[in-house]
C-alpha cells in the first residue's frame, strides 16, 4: 500500500494561515464493479493484514444500463452541477450503476447541505447502486493543481481522469460479455468539450435522458438552472445582482441590512426584512417585483434602503383584504414601486394616503443581492390558461405553476405532459431565476395525484407543511430490538430498575388508543399519605442517542396527528407496542412517585426506570365509570378513586395560583370505514377522567423540569409560556363590555376569574366562546434550552407555574425523550454519557427545530380537519345556528359551535357603491348596521347561517373563461368573487356561509329548498352581491394561524392573524 | 450539521487514512553529535528531536539521589511548531504535563540503579505539532536512549487512538483531536510484556468503549515497536560497521 503526501492550503477564520494536511494516496480503492478482475478482492484483504477488515461487497452491476445513444453499458459519471441542479432525478429509481466522485461530493456539500443529505440517502439504498469512488484518495487519480488553474478547472479535470481511468480500468478485461463504459454526465459545455478531446464519453444531462423513453417524466424533471442560461439579453428584466463579495463588504459597513424575506399573505409583491434601521430594528417594506428582484419568500437577501422620501405611509388599522391577488400575474415589471402600489387597484392604495399623515412612514428597501436561497419544492397545479392546446400534446412546452403557498411567485416549467397534469396536484422545484425571465425557471418534480382527491389532498398538506411524512428507512428499522413483535422484558433489563410490577398500574386514554404513553398508580400509605405514581413508557431504553433512529425522531420532533392518518415519530413497532404500556404485559417505565398529603400537597419525590404491568387500560368512560360505581371495591378502583380525588385538589390549587381554563372548538369526524369518508362531525367532549389524567401528567411534568434544571441548570429542555401584551386582549375587553362583562388581563389569576363570570344563564355556549375568543389572545408555548433565557421568562402563563417542561409523551414527542435523557442523567450517575445534553447550542438548536416541527404539525392536523370538513360539506347544505366572533369593515366572521367551523360573512360594501351599502361600520362601537331594517350585528351575536361548499369545478378551464367575461362585465366593480383570483382556486372547494337569521336584505337567504333555489338564482344572474362569501374553518383554534400556508384561507387568515394568538 | 465529517461513510478519514492506519512514521537515531544520544521521531507531520546528555553529575545537589540516577525531562515546543506562531512559556501547563508524562514514563522502564547521583537528561523539542504530541515524545526519548546506551529492560511504544462515530480510530492527527467530541486517549505500552506505562485520556467515552479503543492503541504501539526496532537494528549494524573498519 502506497503511501504519498501531497499538500493542501486552507485558509481559516480571521487571519489567512497556511495549513499543511497529510493527503495519502491509496492504491486500494476498488472500482466496485461486480466481478472486476483488477480488483481482486481477496489479496486487498490480504493486503489489509487485518482479518476484521471487510472488503465492501462490489456496489455497482456488471450489467449497467444501455441506451440507443450509448449502445454499451454505462456507468454514469455525474459532475458537480449536476448532483446540485439535478438530484430531483437522481432520486428518480430509474437511475442506477451512478459512480459519485468523491471532488464532487466534497464540492457539494460546500454548496448545499441538504442536497448533500439527500444524496447521501440515496447512497446508502442498496437498490440503487450508487457507488462512491474516493478518487482524491486513490493513486492514479489524483492530480496536483496546475499553476493558473482555477480551482474549479482543477476538479472538472479530476472528475474527467477518474471517467478516463473508469474506462481503463474495465477496459483491461474481457472478462465481462460487453464492454463496460462509464460516461460523465455534465452540462458545463466547456468541460465537455475538453472530455471529448481527450476520448472521454460524455453526455449532457438532456441527452442521456432522451433514451429513457419507458420513463418520460424524467426530461420534464430536468432542472432549467444550467440549461437556459447561455441566452442572449434580448430584454433585461431585472437589475443584475451584486457580487457575493459587494453584498459582504456592503453589510460589512451598514450600507446594506440583511434579513429573511417575508412576502405579505395578502400581496405577493409586498415583502418585508425585519433589519436595523438607524440602530433601531424595524421592519423594512419592500414592494413591487424590480424591487424584490427575483427574491423569494424565505430567501436570505440584502436590500438597500430607499431615500426616506419613498418610505411608506401605510394604515396600520384596515385590514386590507382585497390587497390579496389584485396585482394580476400579466402586469409588466414596474419601473419603480411607488408605481406598483398604484397598480394594485384603488382603494387601499387611496386608504393608504388618506392614513399617511396619521402613521409613521415605514422604511422601504430594495433588493440588491441574494445571501442565500431558500428554495424548496412547492406543491400546486398547472395553470390551465398557459397550456397550449392539445393539437401540440406531444411536445414540450412553458406552463405556469401556481403554488398553493400564495408567497411563491408563479414558476414557468417546461413539460411534455402539460395535458396529463392539468387537474392534478404536482410539486415543482425553482431551479434558478435569470434577469431576463418575469418568473422563476423550475422543473417537475412529481405528481401527486388529482386535485379534490383526499389522499393527495392530504399529501400535499403535509408537504406544504414541511411534516417528513416519509415510510422509515431500512436503516432506522434495522435499528429495533430484534426480537420484533417478542420482545419481553428479562431478567437483564431489572438491572438499575425498580420492580413495581406488583403495583396496581392502570392507564387512562382516549378509545382507541394504541401509543400509551402513560400509566398511573395510587396506593394509600399506612400514615395515611397516598402513594402517587406516574409511569411514563421507557423510549429512551429503545431510542439511543447516534441510533439512525433517534436523528430521525429528532428530525420529525413529533407525531403529527391527521383526521385519517397518523404520521408517527417513532416506527410503530415500538409506539404502538414495545413502549406502549399495555394492560397485562410487562414493560419498562420512566416512574415518578410522589408521596401526597390528603391535601395533595408533595411530601416527597422520586424519579426511577422501572418495570411495570398495567392491570387495566381505560378508557375515559370506563375509568369514569369504575369511579362511579360504588359496588366495585377491587385495589384498581379504589385507586383511581382516590386519584380523583387527589386531582380535584390539585386541580382547585392550580385554579387558585390562577391557572386558565381556556376552551377550543375541537371536532371529531365519524369516518365511514371502507371509504373513510366523513359521516358525522360531533365536538370532542370533556370528562372528569380527562381532567384526572391531565393534572398528573401536569404535576409530573412540573416535578421533572425542577428535578432537571437543578441538574442541568444550562442545558434542560423546558417549556414557556409567554404573559401575552395586554394589547392582545383589548377588542375582546371592547365586545364583553357591550354585553355587561368586564374583562380584567392584569394576571392569570383576573383573566381566569372574569372569565368564569362572563356567563349567561339563557346561553350556555356564551362562555365557552368566550374562552375560544381568550385562547385566541393568548401567544404560543415555546420549548426552550434553560440557559438562553433568565429565569424569569421560564413562566408558563396557562398553567400559572414558574417552570414547565414535557415528560409525559416521548412516543410522540421528541421533547420529552431529551428529557428522560436529562433526567436518567440527573438521577443516575452510571448512565451512559450523552455529549448532546451537556451542549446548550445543539440544544438550543434542537428546541428551535421542535417548535417549528411542532407549529407545523398544528397547522397540517388543522388544514386536515379543514379537508374533512369540505368533505363533508360536500353536496349538503347546512342550516346552523351561530355566533359572529368578530366585527370587521367588510363583514362578519361566524362561528358554527356544532361542527367548529368559522367562517367569513362579507357586507356589501366592496361589491356596490357606498350609497347601496346594505351594512354600515360603526367603529365607535364596532358594529354593522342595516339601516333599512335597523338590525345590527355585534360580536357574540347568535345568528343562523347557511353551510355549503361550493364544488369550485376541477375543470380549470371553463373556470376561468367564466371568470374572465365575468370581470369584463364588471370591469369597474371590486369583485371578491373567482374572477379576480383568476384559475386560481380553480381547483379548490370553498366553504360557502351565508346568513340566514338576522334577515336583513339583500344580504341573507332564504332557509327553504324552494325558496333557495331562487335565491341561487338571483344571485347568480344578478351582479355578484356580498352575500356569497369565501370562508374558511378554523376547527382547532389551538392550533397556531396558518400564515397562509395553505393559500386558500389566506383572505381570512390574514385577518386573523391580527386578532388571534392562539395558545398550545 | 455543518460539523466537518471526520470518517466519511466510504470509511477514509479526511486525511485518507483508514481507521486503523498509522500515519507515515519516519524515526533515525544519532542526529546530534554533541549529546550521548538523540533520535529525530516524525510521525505524519509531527516532528520532534530527542536529545539525551548523561549520566552525568547532578546540577544541583538536591536533585542527587543516592541509589540511582535522576531522570530531568524537559520539553520545549518550537514557536514555528503550528501554523501560528506563538511563543509559549516556559511554565506552560500542557507542556509540564507532558514532560511529567515523559518522565513518569521512562522511570519504569530505565536501570537507573546502575547510576547512583548521577542524572540523566532528555530534552525533547517539538518541531512541527500535527497531534498526537505524547505519543511523538516517547517514542523519541525511546531511541534516543537506546542511543545513548542507557539500559532499558525494554522499549516503551507509544500511541494514541480515539472514537468518531462509532468507530475507533488509530492515530489522531491535529484535525482530528481538536474536534469537540472525539475522545483522545494516548497509551504506552512494553510491547514485549505488554505492560502499560502511561495511559492517558482527554474528554469523555464511554466505559463500554474503552476496551475496543485501548486494544486498538496497543495494536498500534505494536507497529510503532516494528518499525522503531528496524532502525535501531540498522542503525547498529551501520555502528558495527564503522568500528570493524
Redesign the interface.
Known amino acids: 500500500m502506497l503511501?504519498s503526501?501531497s499538500y493542501m492550503k486552507k485558509t481559516r477564520k480571521g487571519?489567512v494561515?497556511?495549513?499543511?494536511?497529510?493527503?495519502?494516496?491509496?492504491d486500494d480503492i476498488v472500482c466496485s464493479v461486480e466481478k472486476c478482475p483488477n480488483c481482486d478482492w481477496a489479496t486487498l484483504q490480504e493486503a489489509q493484514g487485518?482479518s476484521?477488515?471487510t472488503v465492501?461487497h462490489p456496489v455497482l452491476s456488471s450489467t449497467p444500463r444501455q441506451t440507443e445513444s450509448f449502445p454499451v453499458p454505462t456507468l454514469v459519471v455525474p459532475d458537480t452541477n449536476v448532483l446540485y441542479h439535478q438530484i430531483d432525478i437522481l432520486e428518480h429509481p430509474a437511475l442506477t450503476n451512478v459512480v459519485i466522485l468523491?471532488t464532487c461530493l466534497s464540492e457539494l456539500?460546500n454548496l448545499s447541505?441538504p442536497t448533500y443529505h439527500r444524496l447521501?440517502n440515496i447512497?446508502?439504498d442498496p437498490d440503487r447502486h450508487f457507488y462512491?469512488f474516493?478518487n482524491?484518495?486513490h493513486r492514479e487519480t489524483f492530480i496536483e493543481r496546475l499553476k493558473e488553474e482555477t480551482p474549479n478547472d482543477r476538479n472538472d479535470r479530476a472528475i474527467r481522469r477518474a471517467v478516463q481511468w473508469y474506462n481503463q480500468h474495465l477496459s483491461q478485461t474481457n472478462r465481462y460479455p460487453r464492454q463496460i463504459k462509464a460516461m460523465m454526465l455534465s452540462d458545463d459545455a466547456d468541460n465537455r468539450r475538453k472530455a471529448t478531446a481527450d476520448g472521454i464519453p460524455n453526455a449532457s444531462v438532456m441527452d442521456y435522458l432522451q433514451d429513457y423513453v419507458e420513463y418520460p417524466e424524467l426530461i420534464d424533471m430536468v432542472s432549467q438552472a444550467s440549461v437556459g442560461n447561455d441566452k442572449g439579453d434580448q430584454r433585461v428584466c431585472y437589475d443584475e445582482h451584486l457580487t457575493k463579495l459587494q453584498v459582504q463588504s456592503g453589510l460589512k459597513s451598514g450600507k446594506y441590512v440583511q434579513g429573511t424575506l417575508g412576502i405579505s399573505t395578502h400581496n405577493f409583491l409586498e415583502g418585508s426584512i425585519l433589519g436595523s434601521v438607524d440602530g433601531e430594528t424595524r421592519a423594512i417594506v419592500i414592494i413591487g417585483r424590480s424591487h424584490m428582484n427575483r427574491a423569494v419568500h424565505g430567501d436570505v437577501i440584502a436590500v438597500e434602503l430607499l431615500p426616506r422620501s419613498e418610505w411608506q405611509r401605510t394604515p396600520t388599522a384596515i385590514l386590507i383584504e382585497e390587497d390579496e391577488d389584485e396585482v394580476e400575474d400579466d402586469t409588466p415589471v414596474e419601473g419603480t414601486a411607488g408605481k406598483t402600489k398604484q397598480t394594485s387597484k384603488g382603494t387601499p392604495a387611496k386608504k393608504a394616503e388618506e392614513a399617511a399623515e396619521v402613521g409613521e412612514a415605514k422604511p422601504t428597501g430594495k433588493v440588491v443581492g441574494i445571501v442565500r436561497r431558500n428554495w424548496r419544492p412547492y406543491c400546486g397545479h398547472l395553470e390551465s390558461r398557459s397550456v397550449r392546446s392539445h393539437t401540440q400534446a406531444a411536445g414540450s412546452q412553458s406552463v405556469m405553476f401556481a403554488a398553493m403557498d400564495k408567497r411563491i411567485p408563479k414558476i414557468k416549467v417546461r413539460t411534455r405532459q402539460a395535458h396529463q397534469l392539468l387537474g392534478q396536484r404536482i410539486v415543482v422545484n425553482i431551479d434558478s431565476w435569470p434577469r431576463d425571465s418575469k418568473y422563476p425557471l423550475g422543473h417537475f418534480v412529481r405528481a401527486l395525484g388529482s386535485a379534490g382527491d383526499r389522499a393527495t389532498e392530504t399529501e400535499v398538506l403535509l408537504m406544504e407543511h414541511d411534516v417528513p411524512y416519509q415510510e422509515f428507512s431500512k436503516q432506522v428499522l434495522s435499528d429495533l430490538p430484534v426480537e420484533g413483535e417478542s420482545w419481553v422484558v428479562q431478567d437483564h433489563h431489572l438491572e438499575g430498575r425498580v420492580d413495581y410490577r406488583g403495583l396496581d398500574v392502570c392507564s387512562i386514554d382516549p378509545p382507541g388508543c394504541t401509543d400509551i404513553d402513560d400509566a398511573l398508580h395510587c396506593v394509600k400509605l399506612p400514615n395515611g399519605n397516598y402513594q402517587v405514581g406516574v409511569h411514563i413508557a421507557d423510549v429512551t431504553h429503545f431510542v439511543k442517542p447516534?441510533m439512525h433512529m433517534d436523528k430521525e425522531a429528532a428530525v420529525r420532533c413529533t407525531t403529527v396527528y391527521l383526521v385519517d392518518r397518523r404520521i408517527d415519530m417513532l416506527p410503530a413497532l415500538l409506539g404502538t407496542n414495545l413502549c406502549s404500556l399495555h394492560c397485562n404485559v410487562e414493560r419498562l417505565a420512566f416512574s415518578c412517585v410522589w408521596e401526597l398529603d390528603p391535601e395533595a400537597n408533595i411530601v416527597q419525590v422520586s424519579f426511577s426506570k422501572s418495570v411495570i404491568r398495567s392491570r387495566n387500560s381505560f378508557t375515559y368512560d370506563e375509568a369514569q365509570a369504575r369511579i362511579d360505581d360504588q359496588t366495585l371495591n377491587d385495589p384498581v378502583t379504589l385507586g383511581v378513586r382516590s386519584l380523583n380525588q387527589l386531582a380535584k385538589k390539585l386541580r382547585q390549587r392550580r385554579m387558585d395560583q390562577g391557572a386558565l381554563t381556556l376552551s377550543s372548538p375541537e371536532v371529531r369526524f365519524n369516518l365511514e370505514n371502507d371509504s373513510q369518508d366523513p359521516v358525522d362531525v360531533e365536538m370532542k367532549e370533556l370528562k372528569d377522567t380527562n381532567a384526572l389524567v391531565e393534572e398528573f401528567m401536569l404535576l409530573a411534568n412540573i416535578s421533572v423540569a425542577k428535578r432537571i434544571y437543578e441538574s442541568y441548570p444550562d442545558t434542560s429542555m423546558l417549556r414557556r409560556h409567554p404573559t401575552p401584551p395586554p394589547s392582545n386582549f383589548e377588542w375582546l375587553s371592547q365586545s364583553l363590555r357591550e354585553n355587561g362583562f368586564e374583562l380584567n388581563s392584569d394576571s392569570s389569576k383576573t383573566l381566569s376569574d372574569s372569565l368564569d363570570k362572563a356567563v349567561k344563564a339563557n346561553d350556555p355556549y356564551f362562555n365557552k366562546l368566550v374562552r375560544i375568543m381568550a385562547t385566541r389572545s393568548m401567544m404560543q408555548a415555546v420549548y426552550f434550552c434553560s440557559g438562553t433565557l433568565p429565569p424569569e421568562d421560564y413562566h408558563h402563563y396557562g398553567l400559572a407555574t414558574p417552570i414547565y417542561t414535557h415528560f409525559t409523551s416521548p412516543i410522540r414527542r421528541y421533547a420529552d425523550v431529551l428529557v428522560h435523557r436529562l433526567l436518567e442523567a440527573s438521577i443516575n450517575p452510571q448512565a451512559?454519557?450523552i455529549?448532546m445534553i451537556l451542549d446548550k447550542s445543539r440544544m438550543k438548536d434542537q428546541s428551535d427545530t421542535l417548535n417549528y416541527r411542532n407549529r407545523m404539525a398544528q397547522q397540517a392536523a388543522r388544514s386536515s380537519v379543514e379537508l374533512y370538513t369540505h368533505l363533508f360539506f360536500r353536496n349538503k347544505e347546512v342550516y346552523e345556528p351561530g355566533y359572529v366572533t368578530r366585527v370587521l369593515q367588510n363583514g362578519f366572521s361566524v362561528l358554527v359551535p356544532k361542527y367548529g367551523i368559522e367562517g367569513f360573512v362579507y357586507a356589501a360594501e366592496k361589491k356596490v357603491a357606498a350609497s347601496t351599502e346594505i351594512l354600515v361600520y360603526d367603529p365607535s362601537t364596532n358594529t354593522l348596521n342595516n339601516p333599512e331594517t335597523g338590525i345590527t350585528i355585534t360580536t357574540f351575536a347568535p345568528v343562523h347561517v347557511r353551510i355549503t361548499v361550493e364544488q369550485e369545478g376541477l375543470n380549470g378551464l371553463k373556470e376561468g373563461e367564466g371568470a374572465g367575461s365575468k370581470r369584463d362585465a364588471n370591469a369597474t366593480v371590486k369583485n371578491k368573487e373567482p374572477a379576480v383570483k383568476n384559475d386560481e382556486p380553480t381547483l379548490r372547494e370553498k366553504m360557502q356561509m351565508r346568513l340566514v337569521t338576522p334577515f336583513i336584505p339583500g344580504l341573507s337567504v332564504q332557509p327553504q329548498g324552494a325558496v333557495d333555489s331562487k335565491s341561487d338564482d338571483t344571485a347568480t344572474t344578478t351582479p355578484p352581491t356580498a352575500t356569497t362569501t369565501t370562508t374558511t374553518t378554523t376547527p382547532t383554534t389551538t392550533a397556531a394561524p396558518t400564515p397562509a400556508a395553505n393559500g386558500e384561507s389566506k383572505a381570512t387568515s390574514s385577518k386573523k392573524r391580527k386578532t388571534k394568538k392562539p395558545k398550545n | 450539521?455543518?460539523r466537518q465529517?471526520l470518517l466519511?461513510?466510504?470509511?477514509?478519514r479526511?486525511?485518507?487514512?483508514?481507521a486503523?492506519e498509522l500515519?507515515?512514521t519516519v524515526c533515525k537515531q544519532s542526529v546530534l553529535t554533541q549529546a550521548d544520544g538523540s533520535a529525530y521521531y516524525e510521525q505524519?507531520?509531527t516532528k520532534v528531536l530527542a536529545a539525551i546528555y548523561g549520566p552525568r553529575e547532578p546540577r544541583l545537589r538536591s536533585n542527587t539521589l543516592n541509589d540511582r540516577a535522576f531522570v530531568n525531562v524537559e520539553f520545549k515546543v518550537a514557536p514555528f511548531s503550528t501554523?501560528?506562531r506563538r511563543k509559549r512559556s516556559k511554565g506552560d501547563r500542557r507542556i509540564l504535563e507532558i514532560a511529567s508524562a515523559v518522565r513518569q514514563t521512562f522511570e519504569s522502564v530505565i536501570v537507573a540503579t546502575v547510576y547512583p547521583r548521577s542524572q540523566i537528561d532528555v530534552f525533547l523539542h517539538l518541531l512541527q505539532d500535527?497531534g498526537g504530541n505524547v505519543q511523538a515524545c516517547i517514542n523519541a526519548t525511546t531511541l534516543a536512549l537506546i542511543d545513548a546506551g542507557i539500559p532499558m529492560t525494554e522499549y516503551i511504544c507509544a500511541c494514541s487512538a480515539g472514537y468518531i462515530d462509532?468507530t475507533p480510530v488509530l492515530d489522531l492527527?491535529h484535525?482530528e483531536e481538536s474536534s469537540f467530541?472525539t475522545p483522545d486517549l494516548t497509551i504506552a505500552v512494553m510491547p514485549r510484556s505488554g505492560k502499560v506505562t502511561l495511559l492517558q485520556m482527554e474528554s469523555?467515552l464511554?466505559i463500554?468503549r474503552l476496551e475496543d479503543t485501548m486494544l486498538l492503541a496497543t495494536e498500534g504501539c505494536k507497529q510503532i515497536q516494528r518499525i522503531m526496532d528496524s532502525v535501531v537494528r540498522e542503525n547498529t549494524r551501520d555502528l558495527v560497521e564503522k568500528y570493524g573498519q
Do not use: A
Open positions: 503511501r503526501k487571519n494561515v497556511r495549513v499543511v494536511t497529510e493527503h495519502y494516496l491509496r487485518d476484521k477488515f465492501p468523491q456539500k447541505m447521501r447512497i446508502s462512491v474516493s482524491e484518495n447516534d451512559p454519557y455529549p | 450539521m455543518s465529517e466519511s461513510p466510504e470509511g477514509l479526511i486525511d485518507g487514512r483508514r486503523n500515519r507515515r505524519g507531520n501554523n501560528e500535527d462509532e492527527n484535525t467530541e469523555r464511554e463500554t
